[in-house]
Nanobody, 124 residues
Framework: QVQLVESGGGLVQAGGSLRLSCAASGLTFRDYAMGWVRQAPGKEREFVAAISGSGGTTTYTDSVKGRFTIFRDNAKNTVYLQMNSLKPEDTAVYYC?????????????????WGRGTQVTVSS
């Protein structure tokens, strides 16, 4: 059974930093692209960042480029999202996603596996 478990969310002031983690089990981690997707109250789910199985390819939504970094440790079956210079508009539930194809993680609709999410709240 595949499980994706997020951690690291919390309350932070604008300009601060958080690092999210997603621990995966039940799959061959290196064979899966991983990503982060967020959903703010009253809004649709939004792609944030994705990384290929090898870690050699990353992609970000424009609003987080230069502030967020996605990286993975295949030895620990964990993907991370380092979030710096946080803004109130980054407030959302952040979900971890996994799929063999990075384009599917970016697209979101057909992603194979999802975590339950972790809340990030940025105060102004």
């Amino acid at each position: 059974q595949v499980q994706l478990v997020e951690s690291g969310g919390g309350l932070v002031q604008a300009g601060g930093s958080l690092r999210l983690s997603c621990a995966a089990s039940g799959l061959t981690f290196r064979d899966y692209a991983m990503g982060w997707v967020r959903q703010a109250p009253g809004k649709e789910r939004e792609f944030v960042a994705a990384i290929s199985g090898s870690g050699g390819t990353t992609t970000y939504t424009d609003s987080v480029k230069g502030r967020f970094t996605i990286f993975r440790d295949n030895a620990k079956n964990t993907v991370y999202l380092q979030m710096n210079s946080l803004k109130p508009e980054d407030t959302a539930v952040y979900y971890c996603a996994a799929d063999p194809a990075i384009n599917t993680v970016v697209g979101g609709t057909w992603t194979s596996y999802w975590g339950r999410g972790t809340q990030v709240t940025v105060s102004s």
